[in-house]
């Protein structure tokens, strides 16, 4: 069967990659995919917003099943769009109704949710630019670090955690006032900060039953110790150390039940990824924020310890039917660092070469931000380059490979973290 799956990241790759291993896939087709997508399947130069262009693809290409990679066309109702279109509306879609990528697509929606379905997680209101001074006095209820999240998609860096009352005061004008993260920033959830260490649990659901996918931690601030500005993510690690049998019975039964429950009785049609960043305070685990597809770079390292056909469970999800299928894991560790440009996550240059691809050995390399030549040279042109991801029996012995097959890599101006997986020695 030919599938299209849309989107351009290292998500994408590393989806390509798994859909391509499944007998089921004969044609595999990726809009607008990136260098490496290109080596394995035929890529196709078209937005995934520009719906009118995905059904022209779709019906041109006999395209039996559509897999949506990122946020931005699930946010703008591709679901919705295929179930409404009468040429379209049998072609299975994996990922959420536009009601349902409500859940990423607004924080006040998340958190509205959350409270109604008394899924744990932190205090919160919200406010606009005309309420922006009555934010700023219930900043003064809370004790600092304060935390500042647009409401609308801000490719993972809308959200700001400042040290200092007047300091936080000054950036929910920005965000507000001054639309720092315009559209996305219209409105500003304060939330009340939350002192422990992170993770994040995919699940796979059909809207009634669900598989949870293996947990991952990923690592978003550029410098190293997690310092500096927030990026798109700069590795990540799966399964995570601290996330034991007993600490995944709590997540299961507070927090995944809850939300694919919750998500039945509003009846919000979901047939996919739910991505929930959790945070561990103390032995509890409580909910930062719902994403509704995988993210990026952790798909890189919780794909490849599916051992499942990936297309066998899409075809289960849209049938309501996953409760039927098994659900199995390798129980190796994946382990993933992000190569990016110099100067990410602000000003950066693209369309640098990049050398020593084909000496890689014992890792996977996932392509994110690259482009062919018309030589057939491997460009940089984003500011995530690629990820490369390694097995190991632990995560201490994964991150060495990975470690070890980055130094083969070179393009002007290769930047990477030199310690993912710090935190969890």
Not at 160 to 166: G, T
Not at 200 to 228: H, M, N, Q, W
Request: hydrophobic share 40%; aromatic share 8%.
């Amino acid at each position: 069967m030919t599938i299209l799956l849309l989107g351009s990241g290292g998500r994408e790759h590393a989806l390509a990659w798994k859909l391509l291993k499944s007998p089921l896939c004969s044609n595999l087709l990726v809009a607008p995919g990136n260098a490496g997508t290109a080596q394995i399947a035929t890529n196709v130069n078209i937005s995934p917003v520009d719906f009118a262009a995905v059904k022209q693809l779709v019906l041109d290409k006999n395209v039996e099943m559509v897999v949506v990679g990122p946020e931005d066309p699930l946010v703008a109702g591709i679901y919705d769009f295929f179930k409404a279109d009468e040429d379209l509306a049998g072609i299975p879609v994996i990922g959420p109704s536009k009601l349902g990528a409500t859940l990423e697509g607004s924080k006040e929606f998340a958190k509205e949710f959350l409270i109604k379905h008394k899924i744990p997680t932190a205090a919160y209101d919200s406010f606009t630019a005309e309420t922006v001074e009555k934010g700023c006095k219930f900043l003064e209820t809370l004790n600092p670090p304060y935390v500042l999240k647009a409401d609308g998609l801000a490719a993972g860096k809308g959200v700001l955690i400042i040290e200092d009352l007047e300091e936080a005061k000054t950036e929910l004008r920005n965000m507000l006032v001054g639309q720092k993260f315009g559209s996305a920033s219209a409105k500003v959830v304060i939330e009340e900060f939350l002192d422990g260490i992170e993770l994040s649990c995919f699940v796979l659901t059909d809207g009634k039953s669900y598989k949870i996918l293996p947990t991952a931690k990923d690592y978003k601030r550029i410098g190293e110790g997690d310092t500096g500005l927030n990026t798109g993510g700069m590795g990540a690690v799966s399964p995570v150390p601290f996330a034991d049998h007993d600490f995944m019975q709590k997540i299961e039964t507070r927090i995944v039940k809850p939300t694919v429950d919750g998500l039945h009785k509003d009846g919000i049609e979901y047939k996919g990824f739910v991505f929930i960043g959790l945070i561990k305070v103390g032995d509890d685990p409580m909910v930062i924020e719902y994403n509704v597809r995988m993210g990026d770079p952790e798909t890189e390292v919780v794909i490849p310890r599916l051992k499942s056909d990936l297309v066998e469970l899409f075809f289960a999800v849209w049938n309501e039917r996953l409760d039927e299928v098994a659900l199995e894991i390798d129980h190796r560790a994946a382990t993933t660092v992000m190569v990016v440009s110099g100067g990410y996550p602000e000003d950066y240059e693209k369309g640098k070469l990049i050398s020593g691809l084909d000496e890689v050995d014992g890792s996977i390399v996932f392509h994110a931000g690259t482009k062919l030549d018309e030589a057939g040279n491997v460009l940089s042109n984003g500011g995530r380059v690629i990820a490369v991801t390694s097995y190991g029996n632990d995560y201490k012995e994964a991150i060495k490979k990975s470690y070890q097959n980055i130094e083969k890599l070179h393009f002007d101006t290769m930047y990477y973290r030199k310690d993912i997986g710090f935190d969890l020695a």
